[in-house]
């Protein structure tokens, strides 16, 4: 990926495992998609990386999901550990990286 041309989509951007890697992301990446679960997270990304685009999204939800990987290159997805819908939500997110690949230019699932 180019950090001057794509966006990067981190899911689950306030939670232990990408606590580290956000910081990362926005030194070398100039746009960022940053998903998160509730109100309190949005307003903390928000104010903590005021150039990312910081999203609430239901992860059980095909078109929320679909709608956050629209224009987007690479993906770092991690899904709501031990939820009852953890393998549905998993394959929601491939569903919409694989649209995204016909539509626009995703190009890496991690």
Known sequence: PSSDQDLILVF???G???GPLVPL???????LR???HSEASQKRLC???PNA?????DQSDPRA???VFRGVTAVYYVGPSMHHQEIQNGYHAIDAAVAEQK????????
């Open 12 to 14: 689950a951007a306030a």
């Open 16 to 18: 232990k495992q990408t």
């Open 25 to 31: 992301l926005a030194k070398s990446f100039r746009h």
């Open 34 to 36: 940053l998903v998160v």
């Open 47 to 49: 104010s903590q990386y």
């Open 53 to 57: 685009d910081v999203v609430r999204a």
């Open 65 to 67: 999901v679909r709608e």
């Open 103 to 110: 539509e626009g230019n995703f190009q890496h699932f991690m």
